[in-house]
Structures are given as C-alpha cells and as structure tokens.
C-alpha cells in the first residue's frame, strides 16, 4: 500500500526536466562517469540524495501511469517494493526520457529496483568498490540487467550468492582507467619506501566499524615501527576529502610518533591516491579498492587483518599469499617477515606470484581500457533502447 505519511517527507521542487540521452543516477561518482564519457553524448545527473520531487506538470503528468502500474502489479516481486519516492522518481525520468541510466554506486537498492520496473530505457550500473562477504546480505537486491564490473571474481561471487545480475560486463576498474589516461610514464622510481592507505571516515571509526579501526590501529602502530628500525619512508593515502580532513589530519596527529611522514590529501579529480602508490616500493592497506586496483596494475600490495573478522580477509581462496597477512595474535614478528618478504622481491618476481590473483579481482588495462568498454557499452544500450522504441511505435501505429 502506498502510505501518505511518506509523500509528506519529501521536500518539493520546481524545475523544468531537461531530455537527455543519458541518465547519470545519483551525484555521488558522477564525474567520474561524465568523465569517461565520449564528448558527443547528451548527459544530465538524476540527484536522488536529497530526497526531493520535482512538482513541475512535466513530471507530474506523468505519475498517474506508474501510480496505476504500482496498483495493478502489486503481486509483482519488484512492484511490491516500490514506495512514492521511486514513484516520483519515475515521472521525472520520463520527463526526462533517457534511452540509458547509468550509476556508479551500483549496489544502491533504489538503482536496482529502477532497473527492473522501469521499462522505458536500459540501465548499467558501473562498480565502484571492492565487495567481499557482504554480497551474501546484499543479495535480495542486486538484480541490475547489465553490471561493468571489476573482475571475474565478481562474477563469481554474484552468481555463487544468487544475485539477479542478468548480464556481466568484465571490464576492469573505471577510475583506474581514468588514472592510466593521465599518466604516461606510470613506473615511476619510488619516491616513498611504504606507502598506507588510510581507510579512516569520522564516522567509521567512531561507531560503525570498530574492527576496521582496530585493524588500522595496529597496522600504523606495526608500520611505524618497521620504519624506525629499518630507516624507511612513510607515506600515507588520506581518505577523507576537504569537508573532513581536519578530523584525519587529528587523528593522524595523535597516531604518529615517527617524524619526516609524507601526508597526502586525496583529491578523487587528480587521483592523488593512485599516483602516491606509484611512487612507492610498497603499500599496505586493510582491505580498500584502491589496494586491489594497484596490484592489477602490478604495484607490490600487502593486505592485513588483524582479526578473527573474515570480512576483512581477502576471499575467493586468495586469503593466504605474499599479498596477504592473517594474524589475530597481532604479532609484530609476523608482520615484519611478511612486509620484508615483499619488500626483498623484484618486479619480475613479484608479478610472477600475484598476477593471476590480481588480475582475477581486477581487469587489467592492457586487454582494454575500461573506459573504452564502457563507452562501447553505452552505444550499445542507447542503440538497443533507440530500437526498441522505434519497434513500440511501430506495433502502435
């Protein structure tokens, strides 16, 4: 049943819908997107986060239509689920009459409800982070008709939790692709012997995950040491953005007790991440995206856990490895032979022992840029949705 109570909780705007053939679904990773996409296409951003309807008599025109399709299909396994947001939602993008929508937070429930009660364009979600155990839960609503994902290991897991994922696209990482365009001498010397990706948000660590910062703790705690009898270079990957570096920037104060630590504050536009990666002998994470994007790119990456937390071990049978440490005693001596032995390899040693496993998490560029598979995926889909249309129009007449 659609309930009043929530049409009363949406905020009310009035602007006119601009067509395009393009659909951006949500601001979040959108300009990644807007980015990699070819300068001919016609886009526009569908901005879904601030929970507001757009009351123009374009879009509300068009709401009766879903309003009497969310009736009459309310045994539907899809229909059942949609509410007025989605609605709304719907009257907007017929408005706006996109042949495609496209997302780059792929998981979003709303995305994937979308994808299989809208009828009227194709949709392609685009993953944009690395997804575990957690699949198992998330399950019930991953159903998207056409994902671009990372690897086969994504593949893999999917199919093996019983996602609805229809059609797989393995392509690689998009912002890794976007990354490789800027840079034309990626190997660079390394300017830094570690480098640590700090996974640190104010609200994780605060509250919603405790293990992730214990881990974190231990690893900075372990590395700082290494360091001090080992007379190496620290840097750090920064995780949060302008908004909230000052918390970082604290935390990290109370954290580090080594001097000469090279900070680097991530800026998504110029992959500042990705670069401090390339310029480091070796990186070691808990279990972030960008660590599995750098060893596909061939980079030396050493993941740890701390704990008896199996979300933040490496899955898919690649949790033991040179790649990996697995130690809930949390003992220093076990870290150190492990980062030593990565650390010891050359280039051709490391890529002989990690490609394989790399490569099954994440694409690499060599066999085709992501970029370009994704855009060969949008003409693709904006051309099936063109036919489709013509095919409709067709039977009417």
Partial sequence: MLKLNSVLKLRLRFSRPVSADVLIYDRVGSHFLARALRKDVKWEIFDVRRKQVNIHPYSMARLPVFIYRKLRSRKSRWWKKVGWAILFQMAEIRAINPKLLVSFVDNSRSFNLLSRVYSTAEFLGVQNGFRGIEVAELAPHLCLPNLLCFGEEVVDRYRKENCNVSRFVVGGSLKNSLYMETTTARRQISRYD???????????????????????????????????????????????????????????????????????????????????????????????????????????????????????????????????????????????????????????????????????????????PTIRIFNEEVDHLISKSRNRCKISSSSAV
């Fill in 194 to 368: 570690l480098l640590w990706i700090s996974q640190f948000r104010p609200a994780r660590f605060d509250s919603t995950m405790p293990v992730l910062r214990d881990n974190s703790l231990i690893l900075l705690d372990f590395l700082q040491r290494y360091c001090e009898d080992n007379q190496r270079l620290l840097c750090i990957a920064c995780s949060c953005k302008e908004r909230n570096f000052s918390y970082e920037y604290q935390f990290l104060l109370r954290q580090l007790r080594i001097k000469n630590v090279h900070l680097v504050p991530n800026d998504d536009n110029n992959f500042s991440s990705y670069r401090a990666i390339d310029m480091s002998n070796v990186t070691v994470t808990v279990n972030s995206t960008i660590g599995f994007e750098a060893i596909s790119r061939g980079n030396k990456v050493l993941f740890c856990n701390f704990s008896d937390d199996e979300y933040f071990n490496i899955p898919s049978g690649y949790s033991d490895g040179p790649w990996a440490l697995r130690d809930s005693a949390k003992q220093y001596k076990k870290f150190e032979q492990a980062l030593r032995n990565i650390e010891n390899m050359n280039q051709k040693e490391w890529r002989s022992v990690s490609r394989k496993m790399g490569e099954y998490f994440v694409s690499p560029e060599h066999v085709s």
